[in-house]
């Protein structure tokens, strides 16, 4: 019997096992993370080693920094999510790990370092995509959660509307043409001379700003209402900025923020929610780490209700990059048998129909 065969019987004895514990990795991008989950919903350990503060100086991730700061920290985090969570190496049942979408010299250090694990504890290896570790994030906080639902992903690189049909088979009913929102939070951040990252450092300021200071446009896809395009409003917004500038005004960096935040949540809620209604949905999720913005949250909870709509989201941490995530996806992946061989590669643009 190969070694693959070997390991696939192993995941086939799992699916009966009381209790399976995975240790998933996730290091796609800025955050390297390890995490010990059981049974796929219970989380034991979640550590996340950001490296926000190291990239802060350059206005966003540099992948060369990002992949060299994976390598010093991914040791170090294992080990700490194996004793937070009192779980010996020998324990764990199989390994999953991040391997695409992502930076490609970030995800091999989590997929390399997660090959070697598999292959030394002769533990089944697991591959997981980085936006269905978003959308089961929400398993964690939510065991009456299962599919199909429908879920907004707003992260750093995807904005998409998925319909989760089942555990891992996914339908796309409409995504960013351009921008992902998490992207234009963090370039209309770096314009106004904000943090990296963008989202939280808006949402901040905008506390004290007037959400209709500025009439910033929301665009509709005629081919497909459900697809986004947010280059119009980044390009709107930065044009203002820059006629204040040039016009010696003061920039009213509160009500920019505001006002820009609002056309965001706008028109994800908007489509998000009559998608649902469109499909008959009484389940929508959000998910990543845009989903971590309060008046997103509150808006499209607001919303959904009023069409008699539960929104489930994850706890802001769980919102960003985690490896919790990752095992909770990947536990569904083992349950299905979806086991990867030692050829597991990263790949940076995969995409969620090729799962
Ligand atoms: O999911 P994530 O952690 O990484 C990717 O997979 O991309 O998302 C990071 C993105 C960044 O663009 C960040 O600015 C945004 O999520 N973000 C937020 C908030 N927290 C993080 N955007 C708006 N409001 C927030 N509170
Ligand atoms: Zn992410």
Do not use: W
Not at 17 to 33: N, P, W, Y
Request: glycine share 8%.
């Amino acid at each position: 019997m190969s070694y693959f065969e070997r390991m696939i019987k192993k995941a086939e004895g799992l699916r009966s096992k009381e209790d399976v514990l995975i240790l998933a990795i996730e290091t796609s991008c800025d955050e390297t993370s390890a995490a010990v989950v059981k049974n796929g919903r219970t989380v034991l350990s979640n550590i996340i080693s950001s490296q926000v503060e190291v990239h802060k100086a350059y206005g966003g991730v540099v992948p060369e920094i990002a992949s060299r700061k994976h390598v010093e920290a991914i040791n170090q985090t294992i080990d700490e999510a194996l004793r937070t969570s009192n779980t010996a190496m020998s324990d764990i049942d199989a390994i999953a790990v991040t391997y695409g979408p992502g930076l490609v010299g970030a995800l091999l250090v989590g997929v390399s370092v997660a090959k070697a694990l598999a292959f030394g504890l002769s533990v089944p290896l697991i591959g997981v995509h980085h936006i269905e570790g978003h959308i089961s994030a929400n398993y964690i906080e939510h065991p009456e959660l299962v599919p199909p639902y429908l879920c907004l992903v707003v992260s750093g690189g995807h904005t998409m509307i998925v319909l989760v049909k089942d555990y891992g088979v996914y339908e796309t009913m409409g995504q960013t043409l351009d921008d992902a929102a998490g992207e234009a939070f963090d370039k209309i951040a770096r314009t106004l001379g904000l943090d990296y990252p963008g989202g939280p450092a808006i949402q901040r300021i905008a506390q004290s700003g007037d959400p209709d200071a500025f009439d910033f446009p929301r665009v509709t896809i005629k081919d497909n209402p459900y697809d986004f395009s947010f280059s119009g409003l980044k390009t709107a917004v930065i044009n203002n900025i820059h006629n204040l500038r040039q016009a010696g005004k003061p920039i009213p960096a509160a009500d920019v923020a505001a006002s820009f935040q609002k056309a965001v949540v706008d028109v994800l809620t908007d489509k998000t929610v009559s998608c649902a209604l469109a499909l008959n949905m009484n389940r929508l999720a959000v998910a990543g780490g845009v989903a971590a913005n309060h008046l997103l949250k509150d808006q499209l909870e607001h919303t959904a209700r009023r069409h008699g709509i539960k929104l489930y989201r994850p706890s802001p941490v769980l919102c960003t990059d985690n490896a919790a995530m990752i095992g909770c996806a990947g536990y569904y992946r083992l349950l299905r048998g979806d086991i990867k061989d030692l050829l597991l590669n990263a790949v940076p643009y995969l995409p969620l129909s090729k799962i």
